[in-house]
């Protein structure tokens, strides 16, 4: 808000947002302060209408004093649940708010369905395909991908290179299934992802995206959290391949020392390394790297490039970078533009050719220049 001068503008937003609540809550003390006080006037006037008539009454001799105590025992206990309404009318309307809310929450009906029927998949492999896939973020927007093809082999490491917008970091998405074709299939092993439940899909399939989230807790908690049974051991020494070990020992309580929130206590690099471990100790088939390396500096880069020439040996993987040096790992490299595949190959080969990709690489060593 200070950076951009939004002081004064978000004061009128806050000011606009701050009158309509006192609105509202001088609307229902009002309603409060007519309903409750006029029970208890109504009973107040019924008790004294059965008094002055039922004292006629029995001053005629046409009912006793009794009778008469019994109506005034009546009239107060019938008036005192209506004043308990009078106090319970603001927790009910709350309470109501509460609910609308909820059931619109447990009514919401998932964007990408867990299958009725799932297929098991106990032993992924890792074979990934696109099979004439379309799709678009929103409906009658143009396509972000369209009538795309890719077949990656089980254990292939495989870069992902194009300008910005070209459709990479989807394509990685749909690998994770957080959305769903918008028309053809992508399949892990010949078997469409939305046969599989979430648990196989996540078993199979892991994503470590450009900034690392971490929860409050300690690193190890942070490290096993895609497998909470994971030992100690386990835990140690998927920091030690990533090569993380070192810097989480020298933490003030090791790998039980608290992140905060957001991993807060962290750099953003050292965050990343902490997300690298956490998604090599959950030994997935198939790994997406989004950007994953642009927030770290060039020695720790070269530190997880090195890690990843043995950890990605048995393993598909996806490497969506800028930085090409990321890509120097890769067995093949898939050039994006516009959501269609217009180079593959490795990358010796093309950097031999005259392609996208020798451009991007001629301007990389330039920039390094």
């Keep these: 808000v200070q950076a951009f001068r939004r002081e004064r503008r978000n004061q009128e937003i806050f000011e606009g947002l701050d009158d309509r609540l006192r609105a509202a809550n001088v609307w229902s003390s009002r309603l409060g302060a007519v309903y409750g006080p006029g029970v208890r006037a109504l009973g107040h006037l019924a008790t004294a209408g059965v008094l002055v008539y039922g004292g006629l009454r029995v001053l005629d001799g046409a009912m006793t004093v009794g009778v008469l105590a019994a109506f005034l025992l009546y009239v ?4 005192e649940p209506m004043q308990e309404l009078a106090q319970f ?28 029927s799932p297929v098991a998949l106990p032993m992924p492999r890792g074979h990934v395909q696109f099979e004439d896939v379309t799709f678009s973020y929103r409906r009658n ?4 991908l369209a009538n795309f093809n ?32 918008t028309s053809g299939r992508v399949t892990l092993d010949g078997v469409d992802l939305r046969e599989l439940n979430d648990a196989n899909l996540r078993r199979a399939v892991a994503m470590v995206t450009q900034e690392g989230f971490l929860f409050s807790g ?27 070990h070192d810097f989480l020992s020298r933490l003030p309580e090791g790998y039980d020392t608290d992140v905060r929130k957001r991993g807060g206590r962290l750099s953003a690099g050292q965050r990343q ?20 390396t642009s927030s770290l500096d060039i020695p720790s880069e070269r530190l997880i490039q090195r890690a990843l020439k043995t950890l990605l040996a048995d393993r598909t993987a996806i490497i969506i970078a800028h930085r090409l040096s990321t890509v120097e790992i890769a067995d093949r490299v898939l050039v994006i533009a516009d959501g269609k595949l217009i180079e593959d190959g490795t990358p010796e080969d093309l950097m031999s050719g005259v392609g996208q990709y020798a451009d991007l690489h001629r301007q990389w060593l330039e920039s390094l220049a």
């Design 141 to 144: 927007t143009p396509a972000v």
């Design 89 to 116: 009318y603001n927790v009910f309307q709350s309470a109501a708010a509460a609910l609308e809310k909820l059931s619109g929450v447990l009514e919401e009906k998932p964007a990408v369905p867990e299958p009725e």
């Design 150 to 181: 890719l077949d990656i082999p089980a254990g292939q490491t495989v870069a992902l290179v194009g300008e910005t917008g070209a459709g990479k970091t989807t394509v990685a998405r749909l690998v994770s299934r957080f959305y769903d074709p």
């Design 218 to 244: 300690s690193v190890a908690d942070n490290i096993a959290f895609g497998r909470p049974e994971a030992s100690r051991a386990e835990v140690e020494n998927a920091a030690r391949a990533i090569g993380a």
């Design 76 to 79: 107060r206990r019938f008036f």
């Design 273 to 292: 390394l902490v997300a690298f471990a956490r998604a090599f100790l959950a030994d997935p088939a198939v790994l997406i790297l989004d950007e994953a």
